[in-house]
């Protein structure tokens, strides 16, 4: 091991989680790895949590890897449960990540740090503990693009290879993901105790998650009030966070309970994809066989899961059975209405309509027709439909119609849409349109293409995508290469979910 003065602090950890009961995580350390190297490092988020002196490079690259102890780290695998593609594995947990503290941001929040692919734990059952290098770029890249595009996600800090070859079928080169999360509490964790019997862990864990991420709700004295209101404002950031992901396209691929977020961040990025040719039933993930995942069915997976998180939280309520099912199904039929409102506002804003239009749902379904009826890609109609709106005329509208297979449906629309459309008069409305319609998305075929380059070594690839994804509005030459829509030849149609 390398020698550490012993004043390195880093960023002070806060440790709230492992207060909760011991059902709910287990102290493990991290697996040494042969030869970490850093090759990616997020100094602007590491700033947000305080990191305002880096080490070298050397020293971060054993603090990410697990291989030196991050100064007041105490890393523990945390508990959890989860209906896999509906099936209901009553322990899952963290096989092949480690909690290791909380920091603060600059607004006094606390949020996790987490190693992911830092070897076996308790929860590991059959696997290594371990994630190709794929994976963790894919994560990185995904997670950063979906932060920059204002949609709430867990980001990336550092990406750290091992020197390790992880025995996959070609074995691939290893690589750990540090990430940085509101928390981890994932409807799976409510599960997990629930399905243990245990009131008093998943009371532990409810007021827990109250007080990180819903403060206003402990002054609810209540009991049934506070935890029927924490199943509400839990929902509310489901629906605000599933709207913006049919906005952008984005296909999770995965939305298992134990990938769904209490704090209601899009976490654990595995075959997810962003959609290109628009397709409502459209799949990516090599494992969804059945298209339980599918773009169109992520609101209703999502309601799905809440009610799954209703379960739990009714085993906290006090009353007649009946009742209380009654109350937290009220609260879960709202779904939809909540949903339609974020979609409305998102629609507004990708339309560039008048914020509080009426007309916006109905002109995006129509668009929703249009694009599918002409295999038009998603975020480059939005982009050309931008332009148009930028600076209207016969070329720009030459330049949509272009992107369609069937330029007369998407002609009959936009004379609809000229009839509302706000942007082209209000600039602050075209400000807003911008902001919800990227030039550049990491496509599937250009994260496919940096991750073969860094498995053979070349990072430029990465660097490069990685550059324009996260200013993902900045109209630059780069932007629009890398943007690009995938050829027939590029066209990636699986992904896999590197486990
Ligand atoms: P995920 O597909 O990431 O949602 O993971 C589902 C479950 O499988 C979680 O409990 C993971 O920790 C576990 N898991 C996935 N990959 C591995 C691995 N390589 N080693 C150990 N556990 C794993
Ligand atoms: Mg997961």
Not at 254 to 270: H, L, Q, R
Not at 336 to 363: F, I, Q
Not at 472 to 484: H, I, K, N, V, Y
Request: glycine share 8%; with cysteine.
């Amino acid at each position: 091991m390398r020698y550490l003065p012993e004043e390195t602090t880093l960023l002070t950890l806060h440790h709230r989680y492992a207060e909760l009961p011991a059902l709910l995580w287990t102290a493990c350390q991290p697996t040494p790895v042969a030869a970490p190297k850093l090759v990616a490092f997020n100094t602007a988020l590491a700033q947000t949590l305080g990191m305002d002196e880096l080490p070298d490079d050397v020293t971060l690259a054993d603090y990410f890897s697990g291989n030196v102890p991050l100064p007041g780290a105490r890393p523990m695998a945390l508990a959890y449960a989860g209906h896999q593609f509906g099936n209901f594995v009553p322990k899952l947990g963290d096989g092949r990540a480690l909690w290791l503290g909380e920091a603060q941001d600059a607004q006094g929040r606390l949020r996790d740090i987490q190693l992911k692919g830092s070897g076996r734990t308790p929860y590991s059952r059959g696997g290594d503990g371990r994630s190709p290098l794929g994976p963790v770029l894919r994560e990185y890249l995904v997670s950063e693009a979906m932060a920059a595009m204002n949609i709430p996600t867990t980001r990336a800090l550092a990406a750290v290879t091992t020197g390790e070859r992880v025995m996959r079928q070609p074995p691939e080169p290893g690589a750990i993901l540090a990430r940085v999360a509101q928390s981890h509490m994932r409807v799976g964790t409510f599960q997990f105790a629930a399905a243990r019997g245990d009131q008093d862990a998943l009371r532990a864990l409810a007021d827990h998650a109250i007080e990180r991420h819903y403060p206003e709700l402990q002054s609810e004295h209540d009991a049934n009030a506070r935890y029927l209101g924490l199943f509400e404002v839990v929902m509310r950031r489901q629906a605000y966070l599933i709207a913006r992901w049919m906005g952008a396209g984005f296909i999770h691929g995965v939305m298992n309970t134990d990938n769904s977020s209490i704090a209601g961040e899009t976490i654990d990025y595995g075959p997810c994809a962003f959609m290109e040719a628009f397709e409502p039933h459209k799949v990516y993930s090599s494992i969804d066989q059945g298209g339980r995942y599918a773009f169109a069915r992520q609101p209703a997976i999502a309601q799905w899961n809440l009610a799954r998180l209703a379960e739990c939280l009714l085993l906290l309520m006090d009353g007649e059975d009946n009742a209380r099912v009654d109350e937290a199904t009220a609260v879960l039929r709202r779904f939809d209405d909540l949903l339609a409102a974020e979609r409305r506002k998102v629609s507004a804003d990708k339309l560039g309509l008048a914020a509080d239009s009426t007309h916006a749902t109905p002109l995006m379904e129509a668009l929703e027709n249009a694009m599918h009826k002409g295999r038009m890609d998603m975020t480059a109609t939005f982009d050309a439909l931008y332009r148009l709106a930028a600076a209207p005329g016969e070329k720009s509208r030459e330049v949509l119609l272009a992107l369609s297979e069937a330029p007369d449906t998407l002609a009959g629309w936009l004379e609809q849409w000229q009839g509302e459309e706000a942007a082209s008069q209000d600039a602050g409305r075209l400000a807003a349109m911008r902001c919800a319609n990227p030039i550049v998305i990491p496509r599937n075929h250009r994260v496919h293409e940096a991750i073969r380059a860094a498995e053979d070594g070349d990072f430029a690839p990465f660097y490069a995508l990685l550059s324009v994804v996260i200013a993902p509005f900045d109209d630059t030459p780069e932007a629009r290469r890398l943007g690009a829509p995938a050829t027939a030849d590029e066209r990636v149609l699986r992904t896999f979910c590197g486990t």
